[in-house]
C-alpha cells in the first residue's frame, strides 16, 4: 500500500525553527515528485512547492521561496519542510502529496501552531 | 502564475439530486486538471485527473468535462457521504501547481 505518514504536531514560538517530515513507503520513493500544501485555519490549499527524489531538483511557488525548504533523505524515504525563523502567519496545516501530475497520495497532516 | 476560479461558492444541494461545479483557469491548460474532495478534519482526496480518469474507489457518479479554460465537476445523484469542499487544481504549468478556492457542497 502506498503511504505517505507525517510528523505530528508541532507548537512553536515566533522566531524558532521547524522541520516537518513525511516518510514515504509501498512505492519507489526516487520515481515521483513529492510536494507541499498549506491549508490555514478555516481556508483552502496552497501549493508550496515540490521535490525529485531522483536528483532533488526542487521546485517552489513564488509564494513561498525564501521562506521555506524542502529537501529529502532518499535512505529513509523521508521528505522534510522546514523553516529557519517561524512567524504567527505560518500556523497551518501541512499536508505532503505524491505527485505523478496530480497529488495521487496525501499524508494525514502535520498542524504547525505558531505562538 | 495561472488563476483557477471556481464557483459557485458555496452549493446547496438536497441528496439524489445533481450538483455540477465549475472551474475556470486563467489560461488555457488544455485536460491538466484535478478535483480533489475535502470533509472536515481530513486530508483532500483525488476524485479525478487528466481527461476523465477517476482515482481509485471513486464511484461512476462522478464526471467531469470541459478542456481549455472551462471545467465542471458533476456528481449525478449526491449522496450522504459527499458533502464536502471540492478543490480543482491545474498541473499543466508549474510552479506553482495552482488551486481553485474550493465549492462548499451541503445539504440544501
Known amino acids: 500500500e502506498v503511504q505517505l505518514v507525517q510528523s505530528g504536531a508541532e507548537v512553536k514560538k515566533p522566531g524558532e525553527s521547524l522541520k516537518i517530515s513525511c516518510k514515504a513507503s509501498?512505492?519507489?520513493?526516487?520515481?515521483?515528485?513529492i510536494g507541499w500544501v498549506r491549508q490555514m485555519p478555516g481556508k483552502g490549499l496552497e501549493w508550496m512547492g515540490v521535490?525529485?527524489?531522483?536528483?532533488?531538483?526542487?521546485k517552489y511557488s513564488p509564494s513561498f521561496q525564501g521562506q521555506v525548504t524542502i529537501s529529502i533523505d532518499k535512505s529513509t524515504s523521508t521528505a522534510f519542510l522546514q523553516w529557519s525563523s517561524l512567524q504567527v502567519s505560518d500556523t497551518a496545516m501541512y499536508y505532503c502529496?505524491?505527485?505523478?501530475?496530480?497529488?495521487?497520495?496525501w499524508g494525514q497532516g502535520t498542524m504547525v501552531t505558531v505562538s | 502564475e495561472i488563476v483557477m476560479t471556481q464557483s459557485p461558492a458555496i452549493l446547496s444541494v438536497s441528496p439524489g439530486e445533481r450538483a455540477t461545479l465549475s472551474c475556470r483557469a486563467s489560461?488555457?491548460?488544455?485536460?491538466?486538471l484535478a478535483w480533489y474532495q475535502q470533509k472536515p478534519g481530513q486530508a483532500p482526496r483525488l476524485l479525478i485527473y487528466?481527461?476523465?480518469t477517476r482515482a481509485t474507489g471513486i464511484p461512476a457518479r462522478f464526471s467531469v468535462s470541459g478542456s481549455g479554460t472551462e471545467f465542471t465537476l458533476t456528481i449525478s445523484s449526491l449522496q450522504s457521504e459527499d458533502f464536502a469542499v471540492y478543490y480543482c487544481?491545474?498541473?499543466?504549468?508549474?510552479?506553482?501547481?495552482?488551486f481553485g478556492q474550493g465549492t462548499k457542497v451541503e445539504i440544501k
Open positions: 502529496a505524491r505527485q505523478p501530475d496530480a497529488f495521487d497520495v
Open positions: 509501498g512505492y519507489s520513493f526516487t520515481s515521483y515528485w
Open positions: 521535490i525529485y527524489p531522483g536528483d532533488s531538483d526542487t
Open positions: 489560461q488555457s491548460i488544455s485536460r491538466n
Open positions: 487528466g481527461p476523465a
Open positions: 487544481q491545474q498541473y499543466h504549468n508549474w510552479p506553482p501547481g495552482t
